[in-house]
Every structure is written in C-alpha cells, then in structure tokens.
C-alpha cells in the first residue's frame, strides 16, 4: 500500500474512534501502532514502544506540566477563585453586566496560577454562577460568559498546552510566556467590552446593582493579595534569570499551597483531592503523549510531514493564506478534540511547513513563537465554538437548568471578538513579540 494513502487511512481510522467515544490517548495510538506495524514489523514496533515510553517520560522539562497542575489544583481547593470573583465584583458589581465582567476577570487571574482553561471554566462557574442566577442574570450571559471566560486559563501563562508547544517545537518557554501576556490581556479587555455591550443593547439580560462601601471595596481587594505575590514570585523569577520554568511552577506549587493553608481554606482533603486531581489529569496529559508519539512516527515513516511541507512552500499563494487555513483548521478539529491532543498531533506535521513560509520577514524563532501564540488563541476559540466546545461543556453540566442553545447564542459575541483579535495578531505580529523582545 502506498505510505500516504495508509498516512490518511490512519488520520481517518482516528477520527472514527473518537467519533465512538474512544479515549482519545487510545485512539491516536491505535492506528498509530497498526500503522507502524504494516510499514516495518512486529519487532520495529516493539522497539519503538519501548524507545517512546522512556523518552517521553524521562524528559526533565515536562516535570513542568503536574506542577503547573497542582498549582492550580491548589489554587481551586484554597479558595484562591473566590477571593478573586469577590474583589472584582466589588469593584464591578454595580455596573450594568458587572457580575459577568467581574467573573472574566476572575477567570483571567486565575488563570494566571491555574495554566487549564477547563479548570477555570469550572472552578470560576462555581462559584460565580451562583450569585449571577441570585441577582437575576440570564442563564445564556451568564454561563457564555464563564465559558468564554475560562479559554483565558490558557491564554494568560502559565498555560499547559503552551508549555507542550514549547517542547514539541524546541523553543523558549519563558520567551513563549511572554509573548502570550499581551493577547491574553486584550483576550480579557475585550470580553468584558463584550459583556458591556451586550448589556447596553439588551439591558434585560443583567440588572444593576448598589454599588459597595468603599472600605467593603478594599478589604475585598486586599483578600488577593496571595495571588498577586504569587503571580510576582514566580513570572519575576522566571524573567530575571533567578530560576527556570520548571523551577518556577515548582515555587508557584509551594506558594499556592502555603497561601491556601493561610487563607485556612486548604484542609487535609483538599490537599488530597489536590494529590489526587493532579495525579489524574497528569497520567492523562502522558497518555495523550504516548498516543501522538506512536501516531506521529508512523505519520514520520509515510513521509506525510516532509510531503506536506513541500508542496506547501510550492504553493502558488500568499503565506498569510496558508496560515489563516490552517488556523480555521484548528477550529475545525476542536469540534472533536481537546487543546492537548490537538497539538500533540499537528504540530510535528505542521510546524516544518510553516517555518518553510516568509512571513513578514520574521526571524525562525521569532515566527515559531508567533505561530505558536496564534495556535494558542484558536485552540481557545475552538473550546467554545458550535458545535461542541469543550467549555460549553463544563459550564453548562454545572448550570444543568441553562439550555445548551442559550449558551451557544451567548458565545457568538465573544466569538466575534475573538475572530478579530486572531486577525490583529495575524497581521500585527509586534503585539506578539513586542514583550518578548522587550523581556529578552
């Protein structure tokens, strides 16, 4: 059988497990392995197995993605989101739509010591949705906003997925960090614009309310402090040179723990769930590992990736168009997969093609971590867009009386923004860069 035709028999037997509820790990291994077994033999693929499971899980730099995870695991269980959603919403409470500005700032935030947009989704949707149903919010505002809100878990580093991109791609996580703060920010700004405009031409979707007392104002915004030292501890270490990455999340952990034990909200069975919930989500992310590594080399050994980026670079069209197709083949695919396994599998394919493009006269690296933020912020449209959205998902098994219709209604603003803050940062790469640089 030619190799590209079995190349695409594999992509397509994938995709058909995943369409039977396969765990997704399974089924990019399974034909991974089939695949590799019908172009060499039965002793080549167990060699590879064996090479692959030590690789993967010998490399020093991944040690970074479970303790970025427990970080956030203790983050959820030390009450750090509802310190957070407390002093935004008394600050923005009283404005028409304020309880839905103040949980996207919550979500930024804490996105900021959490690094999984489902994670935020869920953590900043327990405890916001509850006062935005008391205060008569509309059940589709509230839980698309919360949605939407939780894709800044990974757009404001440290984010997992950017971490993985980083490793696959060879490059910088700290100057990868960097790059993402500005779109991650403006991500934010703009969602909560949207919520205000939303509000303004629709004023029955959110009431307003009395505003705080001043001193109510302050102490609630004194009870973040731990997040903000945190956040200075662990991304100042990072930039001035004190410690790496890995060292960084490692620092991040203790702190997050020990700001949890000081707020009195992290007990002996939130220290368990947190052991426990990072245990789980790590054997995942490692599993998904293994799954692409083994779909990947057998994709390697039909000569798809090198084929691929060879008749890209001899297509007769602008770069530019090349890139916007595949972003909005991103988006496709988040209707069947989840952020991780996307990029575990498209990056090794796509990456050599795209670095084989001119794209506005950007130096290697500076145009892999460019690609790299862009992939980030599609990935992140694709968690909330119709028809699946992982997000969407999440919230609404929470808010179970929110009819799904409603929420999806409810994202098509956002979405808007996020189609045109994608297009500023495909034709403006200096919002990307610009902190890179000046960090670096």
């Known amino acids: 059988m030619n190799p590209t035709t079995l190349g695409l028999l594999m992509f397509g037997g994938m995709l058909l497990l995943m369409a039977l509820r396969v765990p997704i790990a399974a089924a990019m291994f399974i034909p991974g392995a089939l695949g590799y077994w019908a172009l060499t033999n039965e002793m080549a693929l167990l060699n590879q197995l064996k090479g692959t499971a030590v690789a993967r899980l010998t490399v020093y730099d991944l040690s970074v993605i479970p303790l970025f995870l427990l970080m956030g695991q203790f983050a959820t269980q030390g009450g ?55 205060q008569g919010y509309a059940g589709g505002l509230s839980t698309a906003t919360l949605a939407t809100g939780g894709t800044l878990g990974i757009l404001i580093p440290p984010s997992v997925p950017l971490v993985v991109y980083a490793i696959l791609t060879e490059q910088n996580i700290g100057k990868l960090f960097a790059a993402a703060m500005v779109p991650g920010i403006l991500a934010m700004l703009g969602y909560v614009l949207v919520v205000g405009l939303v509000c303004r031409l629709q004023p029955h979707l959110a009431p307003a309310l009395d505003p705080l007392p001043w001193a109510q104002r302050w102490r609630a915004l004194w009870g973040i402090w731990p997040i903000v030292l945190i956040f200075l501890v662990v991304f100042g270490g990072i930039y001035s040179g004190v410690f790496s990455p890995t060292e960084g999340a490692a620092v991040g952990a203790v702190a997050t723990l020990v700001a949890g034990c000081l707020q009195g909200e992290l007990d002996w069975a939130g220290l368990q769930r947190s052991f426990l ?31 691929l980026a060879d008749w890209v670079s001899h297509l007769q069209v602008s770069p530019l168009v090349i890139v916007a197709a595949v972003l909005l083949f991103y988006v496709m695919l988040g209707c069947v997969m989840d952020e991780l396994s996307m990029m575990l599998l498209t990056i090794p394919v ?40 992982l997000n969407v998902y999440v919230v609404n098994n929470i808010a179970r009386e929110v009819p799904m219709g409603d929420t999806y209604r409810g994202v098509l603003p956002f979405l808007a923004w996020d189609v045109l803050r994608l297009a500023l940062m495909l034709f403006f790469p200096s919002l990307t860069l610009g902190l890179m640089s000046w960090f670096f």
């Open 80 to 134: 750090l989101s509802r310190a957070l959603f407390q002093a935004a919403a008394a600050f923005v409470g009283h404005i028409r739509g304020g309880l839905a500005m103040a949980s996207v700032l919550a979500a930024g935030a804490f996105g900021a010591v959490c690094g999984s947009s489902v994670a935020t989704s869920a953590t900043i949707t327990q405890v916001a949705y509850p006062q935005m149903k008391a």
């Open 350 to 389: 796509l990456f050599p093609a795209i670095m084989g493009l001119d794209l506005w006269g950007l130096n290697p690296e500076a145009k892999a971590i460019w690609f790299g933020i862009l992939v980030l912020m599609t990935v992140g449209i694709g968690m909330t867009a119709p028809p699946v959205g």
């Open 277 to 307: 919930g990072t245990a789980e989500t790590s054997a995942m992310v490692f599993l998904i590992f293994l799954g692409a590594d083994m779909m990947n080399a057998s994709l390697a050994l039909t000569q798809m990736p090198a084929g």
